[in-house]
């Protein structure tokens, strides 16, 4: 229900108004408060800071809302803070249902909607450059900082703590499950904002939680949860890989009634499920039981979401995707380890991470009692079911031989669960890291920076070694952009104490944008646009700008360095020469030594470069190049459980294409290759563009992006240079499984249920062509626009590929045909080939 209707008339901010309204909202809305609720609303209102650190499901939500009702209604604009952009849509288009359209913005980084508006949703680091930038000056009147543990992470917590420091004039609410000790956060919010800091805990949890050690097999384990109605079970692993494995383990266990079954198939009707993984998926669905990751395509993340909201799952298995805060109602968390890679080592979870995740256990309005369950090892699990086997036979149970834990198996027992239960989340350290790219923000306000920067570095109670290094640090930092030319020194220090001033005219919304976008745009500007490589090689410095997807690019160096162990056990290079040459083998790197070199130039003049090196690299180029579908380039390099991460990159390399390259830059080539990667995108998960269709629709159609935003819902075929494209392309990657003598991969593009050209027509024409040329060309020139083309006729194109062979005859072409109607209802490009032969 909406809040708006609930103001006080006249625009009064009186308190006890204020707290009318909003009661009598919550009792409209059926909804009852919590004392402690009470307690923070009343604080809100008499102005203090708030922090709450009560259990998940205690209802930090409803503080939260009562915090922006305060705010709209005496005027100060507030702010909503999370630290996923998943997070921040979420509570976005909440806010949008509770206080309108109109209110309520957005702002991630890729996008800003309508972000002029009372109440805004963004990113911590939007913030906390907001912060940088304006410091007390800036139009922040409140904050509501949404998971506050990320304080303590060591490479954005800055972002968490950056705000206390420099937005003295705000109010602030701040929230988060598990925070630990919190008397030196409240003392320094008091002494920075000067207001009176409340501390909201001690609250006994709404959904009391059971905890419990299983020595049963986990099938068994997970069996038992559901026959006993302590389902839906979500199972934490460590890995993405093992979540999967473990979901199509469960397929045999029957883990759903037949009713159910019934309401899942009838829910999944019609959802598009691509080949791969998403089959994968379909069936764990049929069957109850979902996988939930970071890798998974977001609409295949939000259907899992979905149907466990509805209660129509019983097991999820997943990493701890769901322990940031997503809202699923979960009955039961079922750790299969105490243990976690962190990127470093595999240790035991620590008390934060543990409680942050079984927190998610038993949701209030859904459940009583929420259920803990930690799995035990395998070894000990193993001897347990010993102990049982001879329990009666003491001396044998004496002689039997006991299952030990597999090496390096870093240990955890029960005493480790109950002390974690037991355990208190560790207190918060908040972390800083300097950089460039701070102190030019710092720059960009009328303010000592120095004093500033200090002030930032006393504000994390450093001790006397740290706060000499961070000191040494900023200097360097400094003395390095004045030598660039980059910062100039004042002849006499401003009035509000500036001693230095920028010297250069920064790029829009320097601190949101990919820090290399500059320096790409200069490399592109040195490139000869005349080469048949060129739109290519700008994709591949914009590629060389982004963040490295190391799943998909470790998958390209295994398939590389398998084709070199081939090439070179044909040579007779023995074994041992074989893994020495294999170190130089790695992913594809297009234009690294022009783009290592660049960079190191550009950054003498530009220092704050040098904290984000080039990082080149070829997904993009690589599927292009290859003629690839989203799907076959997965299914080629093996990476169906990744698709997720995937995705990402490429709607980045999207982003980064549009917003870098000017127009004055880009050829027909690359505006093709522009056009073909947004249809890409569109096509394998339109769930993001469907969002910002919503987006529109609640403003009116005015979004606003740092790019355009992406295109409204239409058929495949309704961007006709894009479908071009795309034709081309599966046109091309006939040409190279031709070039490969490819049989096997080139019937099965085929589809329908008349195939002209299976198998043995492929065979058979191809053997004609070898014997009249021995190679067919693939390089950009065989590519070129001049050696295809298109003729339509009416809803049906009519397609043809010409071949560049050796002797450049060019008397060879494919030949294929597209149904335009065909692929709209299809919703994906169908090509069905008809020839291949002498043009003659």
């Given at each position: ?286 069957a109850g039981i979902a996988v939930h990751h970071a890798g998974m395509l977001p609409r295949y993340r939000r259907l899992v979401e979905r149907l466990a909201q509805r209660g129509l799952l019983a097991v999820i298995c997943g990493t701890d995707t769901l322990g940031v805060g997503i809202n699923v109602p979960i009955r039961t968390v079922l750790f299969s380890a105490l243990t976690k890679f962190d ?295 093996k990476v169906q459980r990744s698709e997720g991460l995937l995705l990402r990159y490429l709607s980045d390399a999207f982003r980064a294409l549009r917003q870098t390259v000017p127009e004055s830059a880009r050829t027909e080539e690359l505006a093709d290759i522009i056009a073909w990667l947004g249809e890409v995108n569109r096509l394998t998960d339109s769930s993001l563009i469907d969002e910002w269709n ?147």
């Amino acid at each position: 229900m909406s809040l708006l209707p609930f103001l006080p008339p006249d625009g009064t901010a009186d308190p006890d108004d204020l707290e009318a309204g909003f009661a009598a909202w919550t009792s409209a809305s059926g909804l009852s408060l919590y004392p402690h609720q009470e307690e923070a609303l009343l604080e809100l209102l008499t102005g203090s800071n708030v922090i709450v650190t009560t259990p998940t499901g205690s209802g930090k939500s409803l503080i939260a809302a009562a915090a922006h009702f305060t705010a709209l209604a005496q005027g100060r604009r507030t702010y909503y803070t999370a630290p996923i952009k998943a997070l921040v849509s979420e509570k976005f288009f909440a806010l949008v249902d509770t206080f309108g359209a109109e209110n309520v913005g957005m702002v991630t980084g890729d996008a800003s909607v309508n972000a002029d508006a009372p109440v805004v949703c963004c990113t911590a680091e939007i913030l906390a450059n907001i912060a940088l930038r304006e410091g007390r000056d800036a139009d922040v009147g409140q904050v509501v900082m949404d998971e506050f543990h990320f304080v303590a992470d060591p490479d954005r917590g800055w972002a968490w703590h950056v705000p206390l420091v420099e937005l003295p004039q705000a109010q602030f609410l701040i929230m988060s499950a598990t925070l630990g000790d919190v008397s030196l956060l409240a003392t320094q919010l008091e002494r920075t904002t000067g207001r009176d800091t409340a501390v909201i805990g001690g609250v006994t949890r709404p959904v009391p939680l059971n905890y419990t050690w299983s020595l049963d097999p986990i099938h068994e384990t997970i069996g038992n949860l559901v026959a006993t109605h302590q389902a839906p079970v979500y199972v934490v692993h460590g890995t993405q890989a093992a979540a999967v494995e473990r979901a199509q383990a469960l397929l045999s266990q029957g883990v759903l009634d037949p009713d159910r079954r019934a309401t899942l198939a009838e829910e999944l009707k019609g959802f598009g499920f691509a080949p791969g993984f998403g089959q994968t998926l379909a069936k764990l669905l049929r069957a109850g039981i979902a996988v939930h990751h970071a890798g998974m395509l977001p609409r295949y993340r939000r259907l899992v979401e979905r149907l466990a909201q509805r209660g129509l799952l019983a097991v999820i298995c997943g990493t701890d995707t769901l322990g940031v805060g997503i809202n699923v109602p979960i009955r039961t968390v079922l750790f299969s380890a105490l243990t976690k890679f962190d990127g470093r080592r595999q240790r035991v979870l620590r008390s934060r991470e543990f409680h942050q995740i079984a927190g998610r256990a038993g949701r209030a309005g859904f459940d009583t009692v929420g259920y803990v369950v930690a799995q035990a090892p395998e070894h000990e699990v193993e001897n347990a079911r010993i102990v049982a086997k001879f329990a009666d036979d003491p001396k044998k149970l004496r002689s039997v031989r006991r299952k030990q834990p597999p090496e390096g198996f870093i240990n955890y027992t029960e005493a480790t669960f109950t002390k974690l239960i037991d355990s208190q989340p560790e207190e918060l350290h908040p972390r800083l890291s300097l950089s460039h790219a701070m102190l030019l923000n710092l720059l960009q306000r009328d303010e000592d920076t120095g004093a500033a920067v200090v002030r930032l570095i006393d504000s994390v109670n450093p001790d006397a070694a740290t706060r000499r290094r961070l000191i040494k640090r900023a200097a360097q930092l400094g003395r390095s952009l004045v030598r660039a030319g980059v910062v100039e020194r004042l002849d006499r220090p401003t009035s509000g104490g500036r001693r230095y001033a920028l010297d250069v005219d920064l790029q829009r919304d320097f601190a949101l944008n990919q820090p290399l976008s500059a320096f790409a745009l200069a490399v592109i500007e040195t490139l000869d646009v005349e080469s048949p490589e060129y739109a290519l090689d700008v994709v591949s410095v914009i590629e060389a700008t982004l963040e490295n997807p190391m799943v998909i690019l470790l998958q390209q160096q295994f398939i590389a360095r398998g084709q070199a162990v081939q090439e070179m056990k044909a040579d007779g290079l023995d074994y041992d020469e074989r893994m020495d040459a294999l170190d130089d083998v790695t992913y594809p790197q297009p234009l690294a030594e022009l783009l290592e070199h660049a960079h190191a130039v550009y950054a003498g003049g530009h220092p704050w470069l040098a904290e984000t090196p080039v990082k080149p690299k070829s997904v993009v180029r690589d599927m292009y190049s290859r003629g690839m579908t989203f799907g076959q380039f997965v299914a080629h390099y093996k990476v169906q459980r990744s698709e997720g991460l995937l995705l990402r990159y490429l709607s980045d390399a999207f982003r980064a294409l549009r917003q870098t390259v000017p127009e004055s830059a880009r050829t027909e080539e690359l505006a093709d290759i522009i056009a073909w990667l947004g249809e890409v995108n569109r096509l394998t998960d339109s769930s993001l563009i469907d969002e910002w269709n919503k987006l529109a629709s609640l403003t009116g159609g005015e979004v606003v992006a740092l790019d355009e935003a992406p295109p409204p819902s239409r058929p495949v075929t309704g961007n006709e240079r894009a479908f071009r494209v795309l034709v081309r392309n599966a046109m091309w990657r006939r040409v190279e499984l031709m070039a490969d003598d490819d049989l096997d991969a080139l019937a099965s593009l085929e589809t329908g249920q008349s195939v002209v050209m299976t198998r043995r027509h492929w065979d058979d024409a191809l053997g004609d062509y070898w014997h009249e040329h021995d190679q067919i060309g693939t390089d950009a020139d065989a590519r070129g626009p001049r050696f295809f083309d298109v003729t339509p006729k009416g809803r049906t194109w009519q397609v043809r590929q010409i071949i560049a062979d050796p002797e450049g005859n060019h008397d060879w072409a494919l030949h294929a045909w597209v149904d335009l109607d065909e692929c709209d209802e299809a919703g994906d490009l169908i090509v069905h080939t008809t020839d291949f032969s002498r043009q003659d």
